[in-house]
């Protein structure tokens, strides 16, 4: 099978799990369907780490370093809050 085939089929799939989706009244299995989307996301994650060199350890380093010095920093809270929003589309 081609990979024109296999986006064409991706796509029939997905089309087809949103509209089965919209019927779910069970709450467990939507948090279920959650959990798996969130440890789908996770594992894309993981699997594009790679080191940092150092140079831009470094780099980063200084940015955080003249964050720090200008009180130019946000909290835990905003931070989260910001992810949450960006990872929710």
């Not at 993981?46 to 790679?50: I, N, T, V």
């Given at each position: 099978m081609g990979k024109g085939n296999y986006t064409m089929d991706l796509r029939v799939e997905k089309e087809y799990i949103k509209s089965e989706l919209d019927k779910v009244e069970d709450i467990h299995l939507v948090e279920a369907i959650k959990n798996m989307l969130a440890y789908g996301k996770a594992k894309r994650y993981?699997?594009?780490?790679?080191p940092m060199s150092k140079e831009s350890f470094y780099e980063r380093h200084q940015l955080s370093r003249k964050a720090i010095e200008e009180d130019n920093l946000i909290s835990q809270q905003e931070a989260k809050a910001y992810f949450t929003r960006k990872n929710a589309g």
């Open positions: 993981e699997k594009s780490l790679q």
